[in-house]
């Protein structure tokens, strides 16, 4: 068994963006058919939908504006994925780091999930006042009414109003989701790749259809935990101040009372679908990076 290299969460944060990028592209043209069944209009009596569904969104913008028609507006996901994914693989990194008292020590899974969650408390930390900012803008556009000029605008006006608080409004929740999530999804990704690897070989000589599927589980396995707080963290940060006052708990009573359990699974399908491919492009993004850091500076 080849010696194992030492971890370096800088390695990391370079590798984690690289797979961050892979992740857009491999996941963008399923967000440009996702948007668009989401936002056609209904139809006149008598005439059939735009689309009847997502394959055949995915034919007619196919056939209509080429391949490029699925990729329209990825550069904003780009600018911010990546800085996102590199932070959350450099927080994984030194979570594993931490958690050594020697360079050769083979962690846990109960390990590798705590370093999990540690890259999720550095996401959220980046995501909440973007993702604040995100659901006011789009309310915003619904109700018509024009109080932010654009998302500096927004960010400018909720810290003269409340501080630094009113900025990361939904922190709690977006951490509900963030940190069991990543987890999950690093701890999944470990165990199938130990799992998939061949006895005597070790997990770095893995072959591409094996890493692939590893980080394609490890995307289904984070969302599976991280959707009933997607829905609750949306519904919470776009109500009007004061209709929650005790926060998620009210929001999930709310739910379950009007709704039931099955609501905190709304678009499971579309994220589902989306979840195996983007992430099993990351993960292949990100091995073949830390490959390339590992020959180009072996001592890093």
Known sequence: MSKQQPISPLKNFFAGGF?????????????TIKVRLQTQSKPSPG???????????FKKTLAREGVKGLYKGMAAPIIGVTPMFAVCFFGFGLGKKLQQKH???????????????????????IMAPGERIKCLLQIQAASGEVKYAGPMDCMKQLYKESGIRGV???T?????????????????YEWLKNSLTPEGKSPNELSVPSVLFAGGMAGIFNWAVAIPPDVLKSRFQTAPEGKYPNGFRDVLR???REEGIGSLYKGF???????????AACFLGFEFAMKFLNWLAPNL
């Open 103 to 125: 360079p050769e020590d083979v962690l846990t899974y109960p390990q590798l999930f705590a370093a999990g969650m540690l890259s999720g408390v550095f996401t959220t930390a």
């Open 168 to 170: 990361y409004k939904g």
């Open 172 to 188: 709690a929740l977006t951490l509900m989701r963030d940190v069991p999530a990543s987890g999950m999804y690093f701890m999944t």
């Open 19 to 31: 797979g961050g990028v892979c992740l857009v592209f491999a996941g963008h043209p399923l967000d």
């Open 47 to 57: 005439q059939s939908a735009l689309y009847a569904g997502t394959f055949d969104c």
């Open 269 to 279: 399908n579309a994220v589902m679908l989306r979840a195996f491919p983007a992430n």
């Open 254 to 256: 709310e739910l379950l």
